[in-house]
């Protein structure tokens, strides 16, 4: 069965600096990744997703992860933190291409001015 | 293109009532899946449908049920209401079953 596990539920860091989420995952199969942003009282909006190929992804909004197979993780980060960036983010793996999604518990991101 | 809608945006029951969530799914998409988000949770897998046919199926109990349209919106039955069914009930439709999934906003459902 697959899983993910994010650390930390909440990060807090200051406009401007770095923002790094953790996220593993276990997957008996070549995963398909994916990172969520959740707005308070909105839906879910992809971030970006690694399928395959390259292991860098780049997504919206100045966010990138990387897969590391050795370390099953797939950490999400962005250089400079803003203001608009204070939500929650979401961690999921699927081995079915886009579904199911397994979601990790969620980590709320807050920015301090 | 209208995005992914789902009604209503809040509603309020009382255990042991029964339940309907409707989602229309974005323009072309023929796959809509639900998942439930318990407060503090990430969201959970339901089922998901499938050109009008269910197309698998998480660990919830059978009183969990759902149904698709020719047009291929979709609603979500929960009959007997249990408290722990208060949470954010999440749409999301896709163009197959292997693509991006999109979600709607979401109805959050409140069980006294």
């Known amino acids: 069965a697959q899983s993910v596990t994010q650390l930390g539920s909440h990060v807090s860091v200051s406009e401007g600096a770095l923002v790094l989420l953790r996220c593993n995952y276990s997957?008996?199969?070549?995963?398909?990744l994916f990172w969520y942003v959740q707005y308070p009282n909105q839906g879910l909006q992809l971030l970006l997703k690694y399928t395959t190929g390259a292991t860098l992804v780049k997504g919206i909004n100045g966010f990138e992860a990387e897969f590391k197979k050795s370390e099953t993780s797939f950490h999400l980060t962005k250089p400079s933190a803003h203001m608009s960036d204070a939500a929650e983010y979401f961690c999921a793996v699927s081995d079915k291409g886009n579904t199911p999604l397994v979601f990790g518990k969620g980590t709320r991101l807050s920015v301090i001015a | 293109e209208t995005g992914v809608t789902q009604s209503p945006t809040h509603l309020i029951k009382t255990r042991g009532q029964q339940v309907t969530l409707r989602c229309s799914s974005q323009?072309?998409?023929?796959?809509v899946s639900w998942y439930q988000q318990a407060l503090g949770q990430g969201p959970q897998f339901i089922f998901q449908?499938?050109?009008?046919?269910?197309?698998g199926r998480g660990n919830f109990p059978p009183r969990f049920s759902g149904l698709q349209f020719p047009n291929y919106s979709s609603e979500l039955n929960v009959n007997a209401l249990e408290l722990d069914d208060s949470a954010l009930y999440l749409c999301a439709s896709s163009l197959d079953t292997l693509r991006e999934q999109f979600f709607g906003p979401g109805t959050r459902l409140t069980v006294l």
């Open positions: 997957s008996s199969v070549p995963p398909y």
């Open positions: 449908y499938y050109r009008e046919e269910e197309n």
């Open positions: 323009s072309g998409h023929n796959t």
